[in-house]
């Protein structure tokens, strides 16, 4: 189905393909209409692809590690040498995993990574660390993926029952699953 211009449109329109003669007068017609197509006429059967701006669960792409201030500040000085060592060493081992960028976080540091490190990835950054000259092994705690803990506070329900007993989580999960 062709799409109707308005009068304005297709004055610009005619102004715009006339501009492009101006500026490619060599051109034969048929290839000047075909820039003009290009430049001002967008195909409508392209889907837009949808941008999600939120995620489901945690950021599970990182491996966290506990380290003390001047562990943190060591790593810190020379992030990008650590994060070639580390990639080399898990290319080494034929890992799929990836460091994509290490940064200092509250009680340690934190280990971007393309995928989820497995146990065995987290073992050899932990291996790699510890071999990090002025680190003590036995400041280092092992990596860990992200954990988050969620908690539903109930309000509105009586502790104590018209009876004189208190309320146990059976009647309380009955009572949520009217």
């Known amino acids: 189905m062709a799409s109707l211009l308005s009068y304005a449109q297709a004055i610009g329109s005619m102004l715009s393909l006339l501009k492009i003669k101006e500026m490619f007068s060599t051109l034969p017609d048929t290839k000047l209409i075909e820039v003009h197509g290009a430049l001002f006429f967008k195909p409508t059967n392209k889907k837009r692809k949808k941008i999600q701006y939120t995620t489901k669960g ?100 009586s502790y104590i029952q018209l009876t004189g007993n208190n309320t146990t989580s059976e009647e309380v999960t009955n009572f949520l699953s009217y």
């Open 58 to 157: 945690l950021f599970r792409k990182q491996a966290i590690v506990s380290l003390s201030k001047r562990h943190i500040d060591k790593i810190i000085k020379d992030v990008n040498m650590h994060v070639f060592y580390i990639n080399n060493t898990l290319k080494n081992i034929k890992s799929l995993l990836r460091v994509e960028f290490i940064y200092a976080c509250a009680r340690g540091i934190s280990i971007n990574t393309n995928n989820v490190p497995t146990p065995s990835d987290l073992i050899t950054i932990e291996r790699y660390l510890k071999s990090i000259d002025g680190i003590n092994n036995n400041e280092v705690f092992p990596p860990c993926l992200p954990q988050s803990k969620s908690y539903l506070k109930i309000i509105g329900i």
